[in-house]
């Protein structure tokens, strides 16, 4: 590996693309692949050599860009929460909480209904006790929450909502948005569908919606006084 370069690993560039733009896609097209792979086979199962056959690049480009399993595994994870939580960092104190907690609900039915692999990878490591994830957990992801929560805490003493505990409502919205991902044969078998239809996941979006807001005192956006 020491003597081989970005260029030699990386696949041939498209027309009028940067060397900056190809690493991006080719990291891209490795997670994605990394996603289907390890929710098919959970991370012992993986394994590099079939992220990269999933991905169409050779193995030595996925150990370029990620190191090694471990580390394109928690990367995976991370990147994960991070697409779910995007739309909660730039909140602040001035923001409508009806807006933002509905935006909220209906990003994370959305990306869950997208990514359902992703979701279910989540689940699974955290299940198994969250092995690869404790750092993240406890330092970068406890802090987000920490600054999320306060900002709920000071629009209940606006009025603005109910003093409702601010960490139990993040880990309400998480659960409840997955759940149709996580146990989608549970879903299906009881409710008698074959699938979960666009139509369905609008009608679960704007009843998560009805009862969150409303255990938190907040009436829905566009509902009036």
């Known amino acids: 590996m020491n003597d ?17 733009a190809t690493r991006e896609r080719n990291e891209r097209e490795i997670l994605e692949a990394a996603e289907r792979i390890f929710a098919q086979y959970g991370y012992r199962g993986a394994s590099v050599q079939a992220i990269a ?10 150990l370029y860009y990620m190191g090694n399993k471990r580390g394109l595994y928690v990367r995976l994870l991370e990147r994960m929460m991070a697409r779910w939580n995007a739309l909660l960092d730039d909140i602040s104190v001035d923001d409508d909480p009806a807006e933002v907690l509905e935006a909220f609900i209906r990003s994370k039915m959305q990306l869950s209904r ?45 009025g603005l ?3 409702v ?3 139990w409502l993040i880990f309400l919205i998480w659960s409840a948005t ?9 879903v299906l078998g009881i ?12 009608r679960i979006t704007r009843f998560l ?14 509902s009036g006084a």
Request: include cysteine.
């Open 165 to 167: 505990d601010p960490v």
């Open 191 to 202: 409710t008698g569908r074959d699938e979960i239809t666009d139509a369905d996941v609008e």
């Open 209 to 222: 919606t009805q009862v969150i807001l409303k255990g938190c005192g907040v009436r829905p956006p566009g």
């Open 4 to 20: 081989v370069t970005e260029s030699e690993l990386q696949r041939p560039r498209q027309a009028g693309e940067s060397n900056g």
């Open 114 to 158: 997208r990514h359902p692999e992703g979701s279910r990878l989540f689940a699974a490591e955290i299940l198994g006790g969250a092995p690869f994830l404790q750092d993240y957990l406890r330092g970068e992801l406890r802090e987000w929450v920490r600054t999320r929560a306060r900002i709920f805490e000071q629009w209940a003493e606006r």
């Open 178 to 186: 997955q759940h149709y991902a996580d146990f989608e044969a549970q």
């Open 161 to 163: 909502m109910d003093p």
């Open 53 to 62: 056959e999933e991905a169409g690049l050779p193995k030595s480009n996925v």
